[in-house]
């Protein structure tokens, strides 16, 4: 992989910060956890939580919690710390991105890197010791996927990448259930598929939005390399295969009223969202007049909206 030139702040110098050494330690201390994404974090967290709720069949231990939360911070910090370090070629190149920690030179990849690797070890540790094994080996195996398959191999080589490599995101379900129960079952696993299916057109939508962007730094993501109303129609099937796959976990976690009907009014505004986008994208708008952002930031309340009704709707039994 080609990487940047490093000036001298591979020594661990910053650009831009004044000369009082406090503000020149709070750039460095925000450089490092900005490196973590904790936009990303969060996402993962609003699907960890409810999958605690759902097995518990109630509120879960909230000490118990704390240690999932605290675990999973360090495991998808550390991932999203290495998917920098290797990405940072790419960031560099794209205006959405080339403002991070790396492409500015805030932190040297070295350091970036021993960091990264230090919230893996933690995390492993943490969640062996305080939660169970079974969710350690979980975490580590998602973190494997996503730097390893994803970023390391399928990112920079297929239109398939988010499709595939997105399965490192729908751990946090596995990791939650079995933090409470120490086993899995069939209704984390449709928690699983609900987070995989709902990822291509998630992500899509983004890409459909800065797609000169990915074009400029080589990434070959599927709005690149397949014109709008192909994507569109993709994002369509996916959507639908979402909607239907959160309908099943009503049977299968045999939960009561509530979690069906948010499912469905939610999963109804999704596919509208994915028609009107596919309507746009027909209609021959650019990139920035098909308002792809639409269905992105809809898909995210989309599905904080249906985990935080699995979670919920225990306590209404």
């Given at each position: ?313 225990p306590l209404l039994r």
């Amino acid at each position: 992989m080609a990487s940047p030139q490093v000036p001298s702040s591979e020594m661990g110098g910053t650009h831009g910060s004044t000369g009082d050494p406090r503000s020149r330690v709070w750039d460095v201390v925000r450089a490092y956890v900005a490196l973590t994404k904790p936009r990303i974090i969060e996402l993962l967290l609003v699907t960890t939580v409810p999958a605690m709720f759902l097995a518990a069949g109630g509120v879960p231990n909230l000490l118990l919690v704390l240690a999932t939360l605290v675990g999973g911070i360090f495991a998808a910090g550390s991932a999203n710390v290495f998917n920098c370090v290797l990405d940072r070629d790419i960031d560099e190149r794209m205006r959405r991105t080339r403002r991070r920690p790396l492409p500015r030179h805030t932190v040297s990849w070295r350091k970036a890197a021993v960091f990264g690797a230090v919230l893996g070890v933690l995390s492993l540790l943490w969640f062996g010791f305080l939660v169970n094994w079974l969710s350690a080996l979980l975490a580590l195996a998602a973190n494997a996927f996503y730097v390893l398959i994803y970023t390391m191999i399928l990112k920079r080589h297929t239109s398939q990448n988010i499709v595939w490599g997105g399965i490192a995101g729908c751990f946090p379900p596995l990791i939650g259930w079995t933090s409470v129960t120490a086993s899995l079952a069939w209704a984390p696993l449709v928690l699983f598929a609900i987070v995989f299916f709902w990822t291509p057109p998630h992500t899509w939508a983004l890409a459909m939005r800065y797609r000169e962007d990915y074009a400029a730094a080589e990434v070959p993501m599927l709005p690149v390399v397949k014109p709008p109303v192909a994507v569109a129609w993709r994002i369509l099937i996916y959507s639908v295969l979402t909607v239907a796959t959160s309908m099943l976990l009503w049977p299968v976690a045999h939960t009561g009223w509530l979690y069906p009907i948010v499912a469905g009014v939610c999963g109804v505004a999704l596919l509208v969202e994915s028609v009107q986008l596919l309507r746009r994208a027909k209609a021959g708008l650019s990139d920035a007049l098909m308002k792809p952002m639409r269905l992105f930031h809809w898909s995210n309340s989309y599905l904080a909206l249906i985990f935080v009704a699995a979670a919920v709707d225990p306590l209404l039994r």
